[in-house]
């Protein structure tokens, strides 16, 4: 029974590390979109380029509070 119970718990382990995405880098281009020459870049570590978009919409209204903004983001090579 506990050599059953060793397998089952081994191919959670190997069934859950494959399912968890690997962080990688994105870099985001932003334009503040109510307020002329406001644009710039902003990199981040994400999951998905979603979470990467999520982050950088965070980061955009701690930043400038609330403006208008468009939002870009791609994977660094």
Same mark, same amino acid.
């Given at each position: 029974?506990?050599?059953l119970?060793?397998?089952? #718990? *081994? *191919? *959670? #382990? @190997? #069934?859950g590390s494959?399912? &968890?995405?690997?962080?990688?880098?994105? =870099?985001?281009? %932003? !334009? !503040? &979109?109510?307020?002329?020459?406001?644009s710039?870049? %902003?990199g @981040?570590?994400?999951?998905?380029?979603?979470?990467? !978009? =999520?982050?950088? !919409?965070?980061? #955009?209204?701690?930043?400038?509070? $609330? @403006?208008?903004?468009? @939002?870009?983001? %791609?994977?660094? $090579?």
């Amino acid at each position: 029974m506990k050599l059953l119970q060793q397998a089952a #718990l *081994a *191919a *959670a #382990l @190997v #069934l859950g590390s494959a399912a &968890t995405a690997q962080a990688a880098t994105f =870099n985001c281009a %932003y !334009i !503040i &979109t109510s307020e002329p020459g406001g644009s710039g870049f %902003y990199g @981040v570590e994400a999951d998905t380029q979603q979470d990467a !978009i =999520n982050q950088t !919409i965070a980061w #955009l209204h701690d930043t400038f509070g $609330p @403006v208008g903004f468009q @939002v870009k983001c %791609y994977p660094q $090579p």
